[in-house]
């Protein structure tokens, strides 16, 4: 039923005075009023996309047969109808964010189009790495002018792919540390989206693109000291699983927590590529100097990284008993232990196992604690993962792989039988 029918009804028995039930329908229709319509700003912004794009082949049609001067003028055409829809927009329709976002997004793809036509026209000498740089600095502006989310999350798009094209696929370039500034600059807006609007599918989706990026990204600090990147992602997942665990994103339902998420199945998946024998036979095959260690930005990252979770730990832990501390919270500190000793010593492939198992424990046990399916699936889910990687680490026959394997997948069914039987007796 509606609401207008739910609230009559509440008026003729009695529940509710008709003064309360007015009052009632002020709120949500002052509410409906005052909330964007989410649909409609998916499809303005969709909308504005798909039309610079036909702008853009309508005029790539004719393209050769036309002369340098007809070339430069429909260059420059998006981006001069972008910059005048954005003008409008600041002066007539600011408080609108369909019209904000969608000419915010259309202006965003103008500029590309334009420094891409204009550098094909004058035959100017470039590289993507330099194309990247360019185009996101030129758009940086728009996200804090417009207030635009859309632009913020395009923007870390494409400094992302800028970090990957500068920093993996052209490696070495020193340029790719210009990332680490331009995530910075788009910082000041997604704390003003948290503050301002926490309930926004925009700061959704900037809670799992963000450490998404920061994951992709940090890979471009290894140089000659490669070893030392496992502790700094190490450090990296801990810290994006503790501001996951803060107030607010504890409030949230998992699926909008990529901060915990990615930061848990981050750890997770160190720890299994570090279960392995051939990891610190390499590592111990390593000569180390320590003059050369101290001054690799691996090693800056690392003592960078490890202050700010060390940090992150300690506010956390300081409120908590000793029986609500988290293992996947601190476990960056046993890992750095654990990384020490098997500089010399294989003993840490056995006490990284064990590890992940008692780890794969808690897991379950805090799903079944929770009444939570996921992250019971989750904690088995890791348990199955550390024994498919020992089944190509060691000599075991394949009978009892054969019964490792059909026990994990019988604790699978009694788990979650156990956790559903449970739910129904409660229900009963």
């Given at each position: 039923m509606s609401l207008k029918k739910d609230i009559d009804e509440l008026v003729s028995k009695g529940i509710i005075s008709a003064e309360t039930a007015d009052k009632i329908q002020v709120y949500y229709r002052e509410k409906e009023e005052h909330s964007p319509n989410r649909i409609l700003i998916a499809f303005g912004?969709?909308?504005?996309?798909?039309?610079?794009?036909?702008?853009?082949?309508?005029?790539?049609?004719?393209?050769?047969?036309?002369?340098?001067?007809?070339?430069?003028?429909?260059?420059?055409?998006?981006?001069?109808?972008?910059?005048?829809?954005?003008?409008?927009?600041?002066?007539?329709?600011?408080?609108?964010?369909?019209?904000?976002?969608?000419?915010?997004?259309?202006l965003f793809f103008s500029v590309a189009a334009t420094i891409s036509l204009i550098s094909q026209i004058y035959h100017i000498q470039g590289n993507l790495s330099s194309f990247l740089l360019t185009w996101m600095l030129l758009c940086f502006p728009l996200i804090y002018l417009m207030n635009s989310s859309i632009t913020s999350l395009?923007?870390?798009?494409?400094?992302?792919?800028?970090?990957?094209?500068?920093g993996y696929w052209t490696f070495p370039h020193s340029e790719s540390y210009y990332y680490w500034v331009l995530i910075l600059a788009v910082l000041p807006h997604y704390y003003f989206l948290f503050k301002g609007k926490p309930?926004?599918?925009?700061?959704?989706?900037?809670?799992?693109?963000?450490?998404?990026?920061?994951?992709?990204?940090?890979?471009?600090?290894?140089?000659?000291?490669?070893?030392?990147?496992?502790?700094?992602?190490?450090?990296?997942?801990?810290?994006?699983?503790?501001?996951?665990?803060?107030?607010?994103?504890?409030?949230?339902?998992?699926?909008?927590?990529?901060?915990?998420?990615?930061?848990?199945?981050?750890?997770?998946?160190?720890?299994?590529?570090?279960?392995?024998?051939?990891?610190?036979?390499?590592?111990?095959?390593e000569t180390f100097h320590w003059n050369e260690i101290v001054v690799s930005p691996e090693f800056i990252a690392v003592i960078l990284l490890t202050i700010v979770s060390g940090i992150l730990v300690f506010i956390s832990w300081k409120k908590k008993s000793l029986a609500q501390y988290k293992p996947m919270e601190g476990i960056f500190i046993l890992f750095i232990l654990i990384y020490l000793i098997g500089v010399n010593s294989f003993v840490a492939v056995f006490l990284i196992n064990v590890l992940i198992l008692l780890l794969a424990?808690?897991?379950?046990?805090?799903?079944?604690?929770?009444?939570?399916?996921?992250?019971?699936?989750?904690?088995?889910?890791?348990?199955?993962?550390?024994?498919?990687?020992?089944?190509?680490?060691?000599?075991?026959?394949?009978?009892?792989?054969?019964?490792?394997?059909?026990?994990?997948?019988?604790?699978?069914?009694?788990?979650?039988?156990?956790?559903?039987?449970k739910r129904r007796s409660h229900e009963d």
């Open positions: 912004i969709l909308g504005a996309i798909l039309v610079g794009l036909g702008i853009i082949l309508i005029i790539a049609y004719n393209w050769d047969e036309l002369p340098r001067i007809t070339k430069t003028i429909l260059a420059f055409l998006p981006l001069a109808i972008g910059q005048s829809l954005c003008m409008y927009v600041l002066f007539t329709k600011k408080e609108s964010i369909t019209w904000r976002e969608s000419c915010s997004a259309f395009l923007y870390i798009a494409g400094i992302t792919f800028y970090a990957c094209e500068s309930t926004s599918n925009f700061l959704i989706f900037h809670n799992w693109l963000l450490p998404l990026s920061l994951i992709i990204s940090l890979g471009i600090i290894a140089k000659d000291q490669e070893e030392l990147v496992f502790i700094a992602y190490m450090n990296l997942f801990a810290i994006l699983y503790l501001i996951g665990s803060f107030n607010y994103f504890r409030q949230q339902q998992l699926r909008n927590n990529g901060f915990m998420v990615l930061g848990s199945i981050g750890t997770i998946v160190i720890l299994l590529i570090t279960s392995f024998n051939w990891f610190w036979q390499d590592l111990q095959q424990i808690w897991v379950i046990r805090e799903g079944a604690t929770r009444d939570h399916l996921g992250i019971l699936n989750y904690g088995l889910l890791i348990i199955s993962a550390l024994v498919i990687c020992r089944f190509f680490d060691t000599d075991l026959s394949f009978i009892l792989r054969g019964v490792l394997f059909v026990l994990v997948g019988s604790g699978f069914f009694v788990a979650n039988y156990w956790m559903v039987k």
